[in-house]
């Protein structure tokens, strides 16, 4: 029987049917949706057993600028952390539970787009007061992630302009990062809360003022694009202004 798979980002059915020899039998066994998260924690888990020798690097660290989730938009000077090799990473780290630096060695944080792959409950508190514990006293953090309260306020409005202005959807609701077409506003919706197994929590700035208190820090503020309480952490990417919410917070 030929089946109708959905052209939706993360693509499963398709590339399930695509699959040949041991990764065809493999998905018999474990669904593609279900493997994909236990392989990645596996390879975390190999990572975390190297974290001795990263945390001993630093062990004499000061006045850090660190980029925690970089990817390959690590900045020349500064720390770039990522659990995975790419341009410009220089610290290779499962930064979900601890960080590999001292106590108030940096002066300022940046993590743009990585705290909606976390769990909230297990992950996020661990997470937030690691940094709280890294920054020096006035340090500031600046987070950058999707704005979910944005997001739902589109969706709930008529049609599709508002949900396209935020997602920079072509006219034929083509999203251009994932290369797929939505059929419904709800495929996007689901697309931006789960990203497959890779998001793990939406926030709007009301959770994340709660989370960043309830980890200690005095001061929280919404920010936005290009605009920050220590000008250096203004490495923004503008290609994810426009569905993006911006807050800092100060120890």
Same mark, same amino acid.
């Given at each position: 029987?030929?089946?109708?798979?959905?052209?939706?980002?993360?693509? $499963? +059915?398709?590339k %399930? =049917?695509?699959?040949?020899?041991?990764?065809?039998?493999?998905?018999?066994?474990?669904p593609?949706? =279900? &493997?994909l998260?236990?392989?990645?924690?596996?390879?975390?888990?190999?990572?975390?057993?190297?974290?001795?020798?990263?945390?001993?690097? @630093?062990?004499?660290?000061?006045?850090?600028?660190?980029?925690?989730?970089?990817?390959?938009?690590?900045?020349?000077?500064?720390?770039?952390?990522?659990?995975?090799?790419?341009?410009?990473?220089? !610290?290779? $780290?499962? !930064?979900?539970?601890?960080?590999? *630096?001292?106590?108030? #060695?940096a002066?300022?944080?940046?993590?743009?787009? @990585?705290?909606?792959?976390?769990? &909230?409950?297990?992950?996020?508190?661990? @997470?937030? #007061?690691?940094?709280?514990?890294?920054?020096?006293?006035? +340090? %500031?953090i600046?987070?950058?992630?999707?704005?979910?309260?944005?997001?739902?306020?589109? &969706?709930?409005?008529?049609?599709?302009?508002?949900?396209?202005?935020?997602?920079?959807?072509?006219?034929?609701?083509?999203?251009? &990062?994932?290369? !797929?077409?939505?059929?419904?506003?709800m495929?996007?919706?689901?697309?931006l809360?789960?990203? +497959?197994?890779?998001?793990? $929590?939406?926030?709007?700035?009301?959770?994340?003022? *709660?989370?960043?208190?309830?980890?200690?820090f005095?001061?929280?503020?919404?920010?936005?694009?290009?605009? #920050?309480?220590?000008?250096?952490? !203004?490495i923004?990417?503008?290609?994810?202004a426009?569905?993006?919410?911006?807050?800092?917070?100060?120890?």
């Amino acid at each position: 029987m030929s089946i109708p798979h959905l052209n939706i980002h993360p693509n $499963y +059915g398709q590339k %399930v =049917a695509q699959s040949k020899g041991f990764r065809q039998l493999r998905h018999k066994i474990i669904p593609r949706h =279900a &493997y994909l998260p236990l392989k990645a924690e596996a390879r975390l888990a190999l990572l975390r057993l190297k974290a001795g020798s990263v945390r001993k690097r @630093f062990r004499n660290a000061k006045d850090l600028l660190i980029n925690l989730g970089s990817g390959p938009k690590g900045q020349p000077g500064w720390i770039n952390v990522d659990a995975g090799k790419a341009p410009g990473v220089n !610290c290779i $780290y499962d !930064c979900r539970k601890n960080l590999p *630096f001292p106590d108030g #060695s940096a002066k300022g944080i940046f993590c743009e787009h @990585f705290m909606e792959h976390i769990d &909230y409950t297990e992950e996020a508190p661990c @997470f937030v #007061s690691e940094c709280h514990r890294v920054l020096k006293a006035g +340090g %500031v953090i600046r987070i950058i992630v999707p704005d979910a309260e944005k997001y739902l306020k589109a &969706y709930c409005g008529e049609g599709w302009e508002s949900l396209a202005g935020i997602r920079g959807l072509d006219s034929d609701h083509g999203d251009p &990062y994932f290369k !797929c077409r939505y059929n419904t506003r709800m495929e996007l919706i689901n697309v931006l809360f789960r990203q +497959g197994h890779e998001h793990k $929590y939406a926030y709007d700035f009301e959770t994340l003022e *709660f989370l960043f208190r309830h980890c200690s820090f005095s001061k929280v503020i919404r920010q936005e694009f290009g605009k #920050s309480l220590m000008p250096e952490l !203004c490495i923004d990417q503008p290609r994810r202004a426009s569905e993006s919410l911006y807050m800092e917070a100060v120890k």
